[in-house]
């Protein structure tokens, strides 16, 4: 096996080039893992270890044993793999409470955005998300962060040339592995506060039974900052949050080499729609209104820009079922599942009307069930196959209450009397995938993945499908220097949101009518994607990383907010080129670890083929005949940091560096340059009389309150400004019991 492991920033950098028999279990990230002649002697070996034990050992050795099993059916096979564990988790600002798009902040690559949305190598969205290797189903492109981070054991990151068991979603694979009962050790709970209001207490248990192993999480969390401020005040006005999460884990071991695995999860989230307006005092009478309202009083006080209260809500629910086999040379897992996912933005009707002419109530609902089965064989001394389907069907609703006011020829309101337009459509999509591939190990220093896949896209406005030719290199000249380069074929749908040239209709003549009558369906995007890099390994102690890639696509797809409510919709350009390189460097010894990331990408798309309608008509003409970069490419962004951990004491500085988000006119001007630094520290009592152990801890986060602007309101698919968060002390206190 050539399996190289390099701490890049706060994670783990891996290019799997063999077996990954040994990845399943969470280790120190400075840890280089051992090569062994071939998966078939780490079966042996791990059975040998299976000694007449008392039952916990035993059923620890049947859990590690499954799970390394099943990571040899989901390998990354020469893709970039960013691992973060829970030693880097700790030394995130704000640990086990801090927001999921914060710990993926730290790999290489990724580039913070407004709403808590992360990008991925210049890419918005196209994330695939797996809890334990299976897929979880898409949701709705909200902003609510339903994956907790308090679930997590680790989290890997795969980009780059994936292999042809990852279809659909291809910027990148989360893949995190849950915390288990015999992982969490001991019962906890926790309590987290400080600025904005900020009260989080939650609760985590588990255990093990016998052949049944459980871990369960609640928790709850309340601030005066949900979304994005958009104005630099210190605190933004409207913008409380209440969001309540549930995720459970139980396995249970059958025998020896099988187990049934449930995960569930639930989370509800309601947002207040923070405001933007003239003057920052609610009772001044200094503002404009636009539009004339019957039997309503523009200059009332209450009318005040700042009195708006438009609010929404988002649920998200999934169940996912896995049976897990494995034999000598033959592993699989099948696994259904299930989702549902529903957002609800509310209106305020009189200040919405006076303000902007429309006061809009959806609903916007997804339903998916699928199945998941795949496999590995070990079929000759040199060759492990894999293969595996997937099948899922999706329904889409959204449903619309609107007041409008009728306009003339010239586009100007003809009555302060509001029409009301109601609108109900929906979408469905089938999406099918179907791969085969070998992993030929031609020498014990270089191995060759290369497979294909097919997968098919059939819904309510478009149906195509596509041959994905895939294929890895990974050669390791010496024990010190790993070296990887790839080449992938990528077929990636839309979200089945699409709006109808009948909606559009209803609404000409008010002033919600679209900016035109353009609305091509938005097609799959299709790609050639190449990537090369070294893994570099000075000392013991410190190791680099460089990785360079391009793609080239057809029907890019792109995300844009093109209303107030926070529902991103899909749009696609005709072509797109997307290129960049990523470099990090790490050292670790002893209860030290220092780190420090940089990336660099660069994006041009030219001509809006789908959804026109949302775009002006001088935009559009603009981005035909003009290539154009991408309203999300951070062009530089750098992540850097140190801490000292002990068994009592951590301590640890954090730094985030981010340019080159887009705005203005086709996306032709560029937002600021913006640099933050957090700092944290936690003790450990271990001996305390009401439990096993006592954390406590503190984060400062932007601390030397640096006021920097996100977006601005303008550029393709943005609606609002965005500021980032101002200084802000938090503090936790965990039991564990």
Same mark, same amino acid.
């Given at each position: ?15 799997? =080039?063999?077996?990954?028999? /040994?990845?399943? +279990? ?25 000694? $007449? ?15 390394? /099993? ?74 609510? +962060? ?16 994936? $292999? ?27 309590? !987290? ?35 994005? *401020? ?15 999460? =549930? ?12 187990? &049934? ?34 039997? &309503? ?20 629910? !999934? ?27 509310? $209106? ?49 609703? #959204?449903?619309?209450?609107? #007041? ?26 089938? @999406? ?16 060759? *993945? ?53 909606? #559009? ?14 609305? *091509?369906?938005?097609?799959? @995007? ?8 070294? #893994? ?85 003409? !603009?981005?035909?005949?003009? =290539? ?42 560029? /937002? ?9 520290? +936690? ?55």
């Amino acid at each position: 096996m050539l399996c190289s492991c390099v701490a890049v920033g706060l994670s783990c950098f891996y290019i799997h =080039a063999a077996k990954a028999d /040994e990845v399943a +279990q969470p280790e120190p990230a400075i840890e280089t893992r051992k090569s062994v002649s071939s998966h078939k002697q780490s079966k042996k070996d791990t059975r040998a270890e299976k000694t $007449p034990e008392a039952a916990a050992p035993e059923q620890i050795n049947v859990v590690g044993h499954l799970n390394r /099993e099943r990571a040899h059916i989901f390998p990354g096979l020469g893709a970039v793999d960013y691992t973060i564990d829970q030693r880097q988790i700790a030394s995130t600002p704000g640990g086990q409470n801090a927001a999921f798009s914060q710990i993926l902040l730290r790999v290489p690559g990724v580039v913070l955005d407004s709403y808590g949305e992360v990008h991925v190598r210049g890419e918005h969205g196209g994330l695939t998300y797996r809890v334990n290797g299976v897929l979880l189903p898409e949701g709705l492109n909200g902003f609510g +962060q339903e994956l907790d981070t308090r679930i997590i054991q680790s989290v890997d990151l795969l980009t780059g040339t994936l $292999p042809a068991q990852f279809g659909f979603r291809t910027a990148g694979v989360v893949d995190v592995t849950t915390k288990t009962g015999e992982s969490l050790k001991h019962n906890q709970i926790s309590l !987290y506060g400080g600025s904005y209001n900020t009260f989080t207490p939650s609760m985590q248990l588990g255990s093990q039974h016998g052949r049944l192993d459980y871990f369960a999480t609640v928790s709850f969390n309340r601030n005066d900052i949900g979304i994005e *401020n958009p104005s630099n005040t210190f605190r933004a006005v409207h913008d409380k949050t209440e969001q309540e999460k =549930a995720f459970s884990y139980l396995s249970y071991h059958i025998d020896d080499v099988s187990r &049934v695995t449930l995960l569930t999860s639930a989370s509800y989230a309601y947002f207040q729609i923070p405001n933007s307006f003239k003057t920052f005092d609610v009772n001044s009478p200094d503002y404009t209104t636009i539009y004339d309202v019957a039997g &309503v009083n523009p200059h009332d006080p209450s009318m005040n820009w700042a009195r708006m209260n438009d609010s929404q809500t988002e649920q998200n629910y !999934y169940a996912v079922l896995s049976y897990q086999r494995t034999t000598n040379k033959l592993n699989f897992q099948a696994s259904p599942y299930f989702r549902y996912g529903r957002i609800d933005y509310t $209106p305020d009707r009189d200040r919405d009307l006076i303000y902007q002419g429309v006061s809009e109530h959806e609903v916007n609902d997804f339903t998916t069930g699928g199945i998941q089965f795949d496999l590995s064989y070990d079929i000759a001394p040199h060759h492990t196959l894999r293969a595996g389907i997937l099948g899922q069907y999706t329904s889409e609703r #959204l449903d619309t209450n609107t #007041l409008a006011f009728p306009v003339d020829a010239q586009g100007n309101q003809s009555t302060n009397v509001p029409v009301r337009l109601i609108d109900n459509t929906g979408n469905w999509s089938v @999406e099918a995938g179907a791969y085969i591939q070998d992993e030929y190990k031609i020498t014990h220093t270089l191995t060759f *993945n290369y497979g294909i896949r097919y997968d098919r896209f059939a819904s309510s406005f478009d149906n195509e499908g596509q041959l994905s030719p895939r294929a890895n290199m990974v050669w390791k000249p010496t024990s010190t220097t790993t070296l990887h380069i790839g080449y992938s074929r990528y077929f990636a749908p839309p979200s089945p949101q699409y709006v109808y040239s009948s909606t #559009l209709a209803k609404f000409e003549g008010t002033t919600n009518a679209a900016a035109n009558l353009i609305n *091509n369906a938005t097609k799959v @995007e299709k790609s050639h994607y190449v990537d090369g890099g070294i #893994l570099q390994r000075i000392t013991p102690a410190w190791q680099i990383t460089l990785d360079a890639y391009a793609k080239w696509a057809h029907d890019l797809t792109d995300l844009g907010q093109f209303g107030r409510a926070v529902i991103l919709a899909p749009f696609s350009y005709k072509r797109g080129r997307v290129y960049g390189a990523e470099f990090g460097s790490s050292w670790r010894h002893g209860p030290w670890s220092v780190f420090g990331n940089f990336s660099y990408v660069k994006t041009s798309a030219q001509d809006i083929n789908s959804a026109q309608y949302q775009f002006d008509t001088a935009e559009l003409a !603009y981005i035909k005949n003009h =290539a154009i970069q991408l309203d999300h490419q951070g062009e530089y962004t750098a992540t850097a940091g140190a801490s000292w951990t002990t068994q009592h004491d951590m301590a640890y500085i954090d730094f985030v560096y981010g340019y080159g988000l887009r705005s203005g006119f086709a996306n032709l001007s560029k /937002e600021p340059q913006y640099h933050v630094f957090n700092i944290g520290y +936690q003790h450990s009592f271990t001996k305390v009389p009401w439990g096993h152990a006592f954390k406590v801890r503190a984060d400062v986060m932007n601390l030397f309150d640096k006021r920097y602007q996100l977006r601005d309101g303008s550029g393709v698919g943005i609606y609002q400004a965005q500021y980032g968060q101002r200084r802000a002390i938090f503090f936790s206190v965990v039991s564990d019991f």
